[in-house]
């Protein structure tokens, strides 16, 4: 294996790149937005500067701390709390460590992007496979081939059915069994400071209501900006609901937090969020010529430490199948 394309330059993607890449294989990621993270997603609105996707990580196996020591000691993550405030307001210390971005979280993607060759703005719309390897079509309809291909979206098996490439009943049954709750975010300047809680988050855990967060607590917003997320059942029965009503409604629920004096709002509607059906390995792998791996969050365990050790396993699956 010399070369291989990697769909997707969230977590998995990126880590599975930089693990090929080191490992000598030349990779190529396409990514369909403008840049790079996928649901590690920080953005301002106006003067705010808000995470709207992933609010912090926790780390779980020595595997994923080694990993996440190296972005501490380059200073893109630090510790930021130990436990967050519920609904009541009680604060819930559990000592376990949160982490953040100290610049959001799209600046831990950015970190692990260095070196890479990374299309951003380009999306697959098209795979094709013969015995010499993989074609992908990609942003501006260019032809990319390469000898292996590493699959990291939420909606691979829709690319994959769109492509009419054949699955057997087995691969299919696992990736039909995966699944995702959607989140609708909503980004909210607050006419005055808000009043979330210290440390500058409310794990509600519930519909409408889920999760409260003040970016300016956090530390990476100048001015007062709080993301508020809804519970899946609540996004689920919203997602086609138009965005006055959404924020109409959620800053209803959340004006304890934010206040009823709003100077400006951006709706989010994150389609995959979280996955509620995992398949219990950290990919599926298909045998080639030539191969095909698919992996991210829904793989082996979720979040950030999942679709870290899902897109490090899919790479280490290749090497090995390839005697690197
Ligand atoms: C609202 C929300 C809150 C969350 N909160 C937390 C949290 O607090 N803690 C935690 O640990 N996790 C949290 N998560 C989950 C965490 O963000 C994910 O588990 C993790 O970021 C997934 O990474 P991934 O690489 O598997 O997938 P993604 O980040 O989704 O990466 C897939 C990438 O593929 C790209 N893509 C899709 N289709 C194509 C195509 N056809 N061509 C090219 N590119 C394509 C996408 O744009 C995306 O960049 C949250 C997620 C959301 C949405």
Known sequence: MQSCTVVGAGLAGLIAARTLEEAGVRVTVFEKEEKVGGRMRTDAVQDGVFDHG??????????????????????????????????????????????????????????LVSGLDVRTGAEVSGLYRDEQGWQVFAGDSSTHRSDALVLTPPSSLKLVDESGLSLTPGTRSALENIAYDP?????????????????????????????????????????????????????????????????????????????????????????????????????????????????????????????????????EKLLQRAGV
Request: glycine letters at 12%.
């Open 54 to 111: 992933a609010q912090f990580f926790t780390i779980r196996s020595d595997r994923f701390e080694e990993i996440a020591r190296t972005w501490i000691s380059a200073g893109v993550v630090e510790e930021w709390t130990r436990g967050f405030a519920d609904s009541s307001g009680e604060q819930r210390e559990d000592g376990h460590p949160r982490y953040r971005g100290t610049q959001g979280m799209t600046a831990i993607a950015e970190h």
């Open 183 to 315: 989140c609708i975010a909503v980004m909210v300047i607050p006419g005055g400071s808000g009043a979330v809680p210290e440390p500058g988050g409310v794990q509600i855990g519930g519909d409408p209501l889920f999760w409260v967060a003040d970016n300016l607590q956090k530390g990476i917003s100048d001015v007062p900006a709080v993301t508020i997320h809804a519970g899946p059942e609540w996004s689920r029965e919203h997602l086609h609901s138009d965005d006055e009503a959404i924020s109409r409604l959620l800053l209803e629920e959340a004006k304890d937090y934010v206040g009823t004096n709003i100077e400006t709002t951006a709706v989010y509607r994150w389609r995959y969020s979280q996955p509620v059906g995992i398949h219990e390995e950290r990919f599926v792998y298909i045998e080639g010529p030539p191969p095909l791996v698919f992996c991210g969050d829904a793989y082996g365990g979720p979040k950030v430490e999942g679709a870290v050790l899902s897109g490090l396993a899919a790479a």
